[in-house]
C-alpha cells in the first residue's frame, strides 16, 4: 500500500481526552486531519487547543459512554451520516480492572469487554462503509501488553485485549482487498492516568487496592506523547503491527522463546520494580499486575 495521507481527511478517535488519546489528537490535527473526538470525558479543552492552533481545521468532539451499546450505535450512526468517507478510524479507548478472576462480578468482567472491544467491534463494523469508500484509508485498534502475555490479576483486560488483537489481524487481511490497512498497536508501560482511573474488582480486600494502584502505576514510564508519535509514523508506513516501549517488546519475545514459563519469569521481574518503587508505608505483600 501507499503511504497514508493525513492531510485533508477526517480521522475518527476514541479516548481522545487524555493519554496516548489527547497526544493522537494533536499529532493529527499537526498533520492536517479533520477530527471527530470522542470520549465518556469532556472533550472541550482538547478541541479548544486544537482549534487554536490549527483554525482550517474541522473539530468535532462526541461525549458518550462507550459501555453502553446504545451510546455506541448513536455515534456511529451520526459519524456515518456526517461523513460519508473517512480516511482514518482509531479505536483507543479502554478501561483497565484489577483484581482475580473471583474477585470481581460478571457486570465488572463485561464492562470492560463492552469498552474495550465491543465498542471498537461495532465502530469498525458501523463505518467500514466510509473506511472503504475510497481506497487508502486505515484502522488502527489499540491493544495492549496484555494482548500479547496475560498475567494475575488482569483476566478482564487481558481478554479484551487478546480479542481486539485477533480481530485486528482477520481485519488486515481482509481489508487489504479494499485498499484499508490495519495496525494493531500493543503499549508497554505508558504515562498515563490509566493507573489512578483504573477500576478494582469490586471482592479486592480493600488493604490491597492501594499498593495494586502504586504497583501498576510504577510500571507507567513511557511517554505518551511519544508513544502517539510512533502510533501515527506506523499508520503512515502502513505497518501490521506495532509494540511500544522495551516492556511491551521484552515480554513479547520473553512469549515467544516460552511460551509456558514466561509467566511466572515476568511476575518475579514486576515484583522486582514494584519492590524498589514502594513507599515503605505500602503492604509488604502487593498483588502482582
Known amino acids: 500500500m501507499t503511504p497514508y495521507r493525513f492531510a485533508g481527511r477526517t480521522a475518527v478517535l476514541t479516548g481522545a481526552a487524555s493519554g496516548i488519546g489527547e497526544q ?11 477530527l471527530v473526538l470522542i470520549d465518556v ?3 472541550d479543552a482538547v478541541a479548544a487547543r486544537i482549534r487554536e492552533a490549527h483554525p482550517a481545521l474541522q473539530v468535532e468532539t462526541v461525549q458518550a ?41 460478571v457486570d465488572e468482567f463485561e464492562t470492560v469487554m463492552n469498552v474495550n472491544f465491543r465498542a471498537p ?24 501488553l496484555f494482548g500479547l502475555i496475560a498475567l ?11 480479542a481486539l488483537r485477533g480481530l485486528s489481524q482477520v481485519l488486515r487481511a481482509e481489508l487489504a482487498e479494499n485498499g484499508v490497512g490495519v495496525t494493531t498497536v500493543h503499549p508497554g508501560g505508558i504515562r498515563t492516568s490509566i493507573a489512578t482511573s483504573a477500576r478494582m474488582g469490586s471482592k479486592v480486600p480493600a488493604d490491597q487496592i492501594a499498593p495494586q494502584l502504586r504497583s501498576f502505576d510504577a510500571l507507567l514510564t513511557f511517554p505518551a506523547e511519544k508513544a502517539a508519535a510512533q502510533i501515527l509514523d506506523a499508520v503512515t508506513r502502513r505497518r501490521a503491527r506495532l509494540l511500544i516501549a522495551s516492556s511491551a517488546k521484552l515480554p513479547d519475545l520473553l512469549a515467544r522463546l516460552a511460551p509456558v514459563g514466561h509467566t511466572k519469569l515476568i511476575a518475579l521481574v514486576t515484583a522486582a520494580v514494584n519492590s524498589r518503587s514502594r513507599p515503605s508505608t505500602a503492604s509488604p505483600n502487593p498483588v502482582a499486575d
Do not use: C, W
Open 41 to 43: 470525558a469532556p472533550l
Open 152 to 162: 494475575y490479576g488482569q483476566s478482564a483486560y487481558s481478554a479484551s485485549k487478546f
Open 65 to 105: 459512554d462507550l459501555s453502553d451499546r446504545a451510546e455506541v450505535t448513536a455515534v456511529a450512526d451520526r459519524v456515518l451520516s456526517a461523513h460519508p468517507t473517512l480516511g482514518l478510524l482509531i479505536n483507543n479507548a479502554g478501561i483497565a480492572l484489577g483484581g482475580r478472576f473471583d474477585q470481581m462480578t
Open 121 to 144: 467491534m461495532l465502530l469498525t463494523h458501523a463505518l467500514l462503509p466510509a473506511l472503504t469508500a475510497t481506497p487508502g484509508g486505515h484502522l488502527v485498534n489499540v491493544s495492549s
Open 24 to 34: 493522537l489528537a494533536y499529532g493529527l490535527a499537526q498533520r492536517g486531519s479533520h
